[in-house]
């Protein structure tokens, strides 16, 4: 198994038609990074920049460079960044973007109740027509190889209708961001008013709203009826009830769940392995990813594709502002399995007696302090701490 994770390779880009739009997948941070350049590089009239982190280092630098020469040729640029997400990371950075015309603004600014929100979105859209999503920032990091411990992650490049949703949103957001006196109530309202349509593609909303957002409500919904459920996930800690639903879609058929072994917070780990015992004993099959942290958040539920920002946890779930595309096609819910399978080699698989073994009195007393601080605290608080995960 050592071998087999030492050789693992992220997957090479995959594009595939569904639904009236065009949809490109990048496994790898090399080949994220060299796109996501040319994306920027082509731009002719407009890009919008929302990222959690951007990070001063050579990739930001890199994305930064492209961003000041599209304003130099005429190009309308707007960038959005999360001030916790990304603290340490000097507003004297983005200077020669707004020296070249650029907009810049950071989500929670400001220390009210407001920062309270992470704004955990990953957008670009170049000239109102092709967008990109998915859980990677800009930072070295993520688009470092496995064989440098990078994070493994995805994005997705997309064309077709749904773009004009995310130009809306994001221009929505842009001007609530720049709001000095941005109020919850006003966010809430706005990710609670969003309207995803009832269509076989729908941009998805979470945030911090009174109730289920858009995305907790869509993804609950699909686990009532759901059938066939296979997931990448780096954080997963959710509330009971779906964490029963999923139980349920596992006692009548094959359930993969697969997780992180690495992270940059143990304490999430510790908080997903302490769910793991009513999982496996009711069929579920659990393997964590052993070769490189893992930040790849993928849900292939029956027929319905979601992919986007979000964790399956309870602040993805229920307070950060996250973006998910939930797109429903029998091939690329096809497709998107073989992705998994191609994951699951280089990955441990959890079985019962493994759960066993490593169920002993100290680890359960981490991984429930690991729990408590994941979904009741904040995972931003327990990195600092060391429970020896």
């Keep these: ?15 595939l038609t569904a639904q009236g739009h065009d949809w490109t997948f990048y496994p790898g941070g090399a080949d994220r990074l060299a796109r996501l350049i040319a994306m920027l590089d082509s731009a002719r009239v407009s890009i919008r920049m929302s990222f959690y982190i951007f990070t001063d280092d050579d990739c930001g630098r890199a994305v930064l460079d492209r961003l000041v ?16 997400g990304s603290k340490g990371t000097s507003d004297a950075l983005f200077a020669p973007l707004i020296a070249a ?14 920062y309270l929100i992470r704004n955990h979105q990953k957008i670009v859209v170049i000239d109102d027509t092709v967008g990109m999503i998915g859980g990677f920032n800009v930072e ?9 411990n990078g994070w493994n992650d995805l994005a997705l490049e997309l064309t077709g209708p749904v773009v004009g ?20 109530r006003a966010i809430r309202r706005l990710v609670r008013a969003w309207n995803p ?16 957002s858009p995305w907790a409500r869509a993804v609950s919904n699909d686990l009532v009826a759901g059938r066939q459920l296979d997931m990448i996930m780096a954080y997963f800690s959710p509330a009971v009830r779906l964490l029963a639903r999923i ?71 229920y307070i950060n502002l996250e ?50 601080l994941v979904t009741v605290v904040d995972y931003t608080v327990s990195r600092r701490l060391n429970l020896g995960l």
């Design 247 to 317: 139980g349920r879609i596992a006692k009548k058929r094959e359930t993969r769940l697969l997780l992180a072994a690495k992270s940059d917070n143990g304490a999430t780990i510790g908080a997903s392995r302490i769910l793991y015992g009513p999982l496996l004993k009711r069929g579920a099959r659990i393997w964590e990813f052993s070769p490189c942290k893992l930040h790849t958040k993928l849900i292939v539920l029956d027929d319905a594709v979601y992919v986007g920002s979000a964790n399956f946890d309870m602040r993805s779930l």
């Design 1 to 15: 198994m050592e071998q087999l994770a030492a050789e693992y390779r992220d997957p090479e880009p995959f594009a």
């Design 323 to 372: 973006i998910m595309l939930r797109i429903e096609d029998r091939a690329l819910a096809d497709r998107m399995r073989e992705f998994v399978e191609q994951h699951l080699p280089a990955s441990i698989e959890i079985t019962r007696e493994i759960h066993r073994m490593r169920r002993t009195p100290l680890n359960r007393l981490r991984w429930t302090l690991s729990w408590f």
């Design 101 to 114: 015309g650029g907009r810049y603004c950071c989500f929670s600014p400001k220390w009210t109740a407001r």
């Design 140 to 148: 070295h990091d993520y688009f470092a190889p496995p064989q440098e």
């Design 69 to 84: 020469a599209a304003c130099t040729r005429g190009v309308e640029v707007h960038l959005l960044i999360d001030s916790f």
């Design 165 to 184: 949703e995310l130009v809306r949103w994001y221009d929505l957001l842009e001007k609530w961001t720049r709001h000095d006196r941005g109020q919850w």
């Design 197 to 212: 349509g009832d269509g076989p593609v729908r941009l998805l909303l979470g945030g911090p709203t009174r109730g289920l």
